[in-house]
């Protein structure tokens, strides 16, 4: 099998693979996902699909480098997404061997800059479930940072891989009222909410806080993620400050512990190229 795809079937996978690539490019041939996510999710559609069948070897790093115009650490970099998957196995000397086409139920992220780190899979897709304009009570207000009795906008749903796909999280989003319109322009979307609301209603995002923290999950958001009512979860509450310091969107994302996953990286003298600072 790995004769057959050395020789012309190969070339030809690889052909529909870079067109994939280039699809997902916007007119100006910018794309809205790092490159060695572009290839990853280009070579996760071929092992689905069997181009790549299971017990067969990936390309190698200097063929996927040409064919798709990358860097090596760009390729190492895809690959490792797909490694992280439990899709492949990297053998020093052989190549990267396909081992499953299914992914195990974990999602590594690994993050390079605040944009990288607030996206889903570019297949993920958001299932609106409800929406209400709520007055926040202590509780709600502490995790709002705002006063008791002011009143937002309540979006939920749940965040899938694609449509009708497994779950990855529940998501509640909190948005001011006067931005509570772009509920209606969720639904279907893989769009993050605060940057629907930027282009929407010309917000700035001058700074961006999260917090991290274990929990469990109720009944109801249990049965919506296919899991067992009281499993752990981890919370993601993201708030986002703009023009004069508002905070305008909080998010509270909920993921069942048991495929969910966040690894930051971070190198040294590492700086982003729009210059976002971190810090404790």
């Excluded at 970099?77 to 992914?103: D, F, P, W, Y």
Aim: aromatic share 8%.
């Amino acid at each position: 099998m790995s004769g057959q795809l050395k020789s012309g079937g190969l070339g030809r996978v690889m052909q529909v693979e870079r067109r994939k690539i280039q699809a997902l490019k916007g007119k100006n041939g910018a794309s809205t996902a790092p490159l060695y996510r572009q290839i990853s999710d280009a070579l996760l559609e071929g092992i689905s699909e069997g181009k790549f069948p299971v017990g067969s070897f990936l390309p190698g790093e200097l063929d996927l480098i040409d064919r798709y115009a990358a860097s090596r650490h760009t390729i190492r970099e895809a690959l490792r997404v797909l490694e992280n998957m439990g899709l492949v196995k990297r053998q020093r000397g052989r190549g990267t061997l396909v081992i499953s086409t299914n992914a195990t139920p974990a999602f590594v992220q690994t993050v390079r800059s605040p944009s990288e780190l607030f996206s889903y899979p570019d297949s993920s897709l958001f299932r609106l479930l409800a929406e209400e304009r709520v007055t926040a009570d202590k509780a709600l207000a502490s995790d709002l940072g705002c006063a008791a009795g002011e009143e937002w906008v309540q979006i939920s749903g749940l965040r899938t891989l694609g449509s009708g796909g497994m779950p990855i999280c529940w998501a509640d989003v909190y948005v001011i009222p006067e931005y509570g319109s772009i509920a209606h322009r969720l639904a279907g979307s893989s769009r993050p909410v605060y940057e629907m609301i930027a282009d929407t209603f010309s917000e700035n995002i001058e700074k961006i806080i999260v917090r991290v923290t274990a929990g469990v999950l109720n009944a109801q958001k249990a049965k919506a993620l296919g899991v067992d009512a009281g499993s752990p979860s981890l919370s993601v509450c993201r708030s986002y400050r703009g023009n004069g310091g508002r905070v305008f969107e909080v998010s509270i994302s909920e993921h069942p512990a048991s495929n969910f996953s966040y690894t930051f990286e971070f190198t040294r003298g590492w700086q982003t190229a729009d210059h976002w600072s971190w810090s404790n």
